[in-house]
T-cell receptor
Framework: KAGVTQTPRYLIKTRGQQVTLSCSPI?????VSWYQQTPGQGLQFLFE???????NKGNFPGRFSGRQFSNSRSEMNVSTLELGDSALYLC??????????????FGPGTRLTVT | LAKTTQPISMDSYEGQEVNITCSHN???????ITWYQQFPSQGPRFIIQ???TKVTNEVASLFIPADRKSSTLSLPRVSLSDTAVYYC????????????FGPGTRLSVLP
């Protein structure tokens, strides 16, 4: 079974631009979560989508948004990029409806550099 | 979500057994305990999950006492490739997932 895939793997953007990152979950997984990882703040939860609906949201500004499509693929968008948005963005998928399982499968991440 | 506390770092030697303890005093009845491993510039990888007593898989064992206020991840006979950051998370999946990753434990395995 193919794992979680994220595209692109690396991205360089300029301050003020916007960026869209893509995530394809494991087949059959309907929950997709996004995380930001930086050396200073560690792994921080951005949001979770389940059945095309945002179910949970972390403490990030409105510049960070996402969506999920009917095939469970998800995208996240960051508008008006700031230098501090430089980070590894991780996507994770899971099957929460199995109950009691907190197991998420992470993708390799997208390394975003804002200059 | 229950807050967790782990040692920031640990050192071990190849071939030794490593035990990493996580405290979660306010764990809720429906919460599970899950451990992840992360190598630099990679996404975290699921290691093991448990609810109570002991769970063992091909990679590790997880010991959970009766009060469930702590848990211990046991890695048997570590190798250099086990050098990574290990995260302990506590929560349940029903109703949505909102992971709170702490700083984790940075394990360094020395030759």
């Amino acid at each position: 079974k193919a794992g979680v895939t994220q595209t692109p793997r690396y991205l360089i953007k300029t301050r003020g631009q916007q960026v869209t990152l893509s995530c394809s979950p494991i087949s059959g997984h309907r929950s997709v979560s996004w995380y930001q990882q930086t050396p200073g703040q560690g792994l921080q939860f951005l949001f979770e989508y389940f059945s095309e609906t945002q179910r949970n949201k972390g403490n990030f500004p409105g510049r960070f948004s996402g969506r999920q499509f009917s095939n469970s693929r998800s995208e996240m968008n960051v508008s008006t990029l700031e230098l501090g948005d430089s980070a590894l963005y991780l996507c994770a998928s899971s099957r929460p409806e199995t109950g009691g399982s907190y197991e998420q499968y992470f993708g390799p991440g997208t390394r975003l550099t804002v200059t | 979500l229950a807050k967790t506390t782990q040692p920031i770092s640990m050192d071990s030697y190849e071939g030794q057994e490593v035990n990493i303890t996580c405290s979660h005093n306010n764990i809720a009845t429906n919460d599970y305990i899950t451990w992840y491993q992360q190598f630099p510039s990679q996404g975290p990888r699921f290691i093991i999950q448990g609810y109570k007593t002991k769970v063992t898989n091909e990679v590790a064992s997880l010991f959970i006492p009766a009060d469930r206020k702590s848990s211990t991840l046991s890695l048997p006979r570590v190798s250099l490739s086990d050098t990574a950051v290990y995260y302990c998370l506590v929560g349940e999946s029903y109703g949505g997932q909102n992971f709170v990753f702490g700083p984790g434990t940075r394990l360094s395995v020395l030759p």
